[in-house]
């Protein structure tokens, strides 16, 4: 993972979590807390469970479709 692409993760996060700042800790649903924490963790570590997920799917495409529902078999 690159570091432009942590940085990325990182910076989305800080403004995740200024905007829940902004609009008060007890007033934001738990789960807005679930992608700052998520993103943190991949800037941090570099390790991205959804990044992971949407280039599994991506590898899936065959002639650019998806291989189940693909007309050019």
Same mark, same amino acid.
């Given at each position: 993972m690159t570091s432009a692409l942590r940085a990325q993760f990182? &910076?989305?996060? !800080?403004? !995740?979590?200024?905007?829940i700042w902004l609009t008060g800790f007890n007033k934001v649903h738990w789960f807005l807390? +679930?992608? +700052?924490?998520? !993103? &943190?963790f991949a800037g941090i570590t570099g390790i991205c469970p959804? !990044?992971?997920f949407w280039?599994?799917?991506?590898? #899936?495409? +065959? #002639?650019?479709? +998806?291989y189940r529902h693909?007309?050019?078999k």
């Open positions: 990182i &910076t989305t996060a !800080l403004f !995740l979590f200024i905007g807390y +679930v992608p +700052v924490i998520a !993103l &943190t959804g !990044l992971m280039k599994k799917m991506d590898s #899936n495409k +065959v #002639n650019g479709c +998806v693909c007309k050019h």
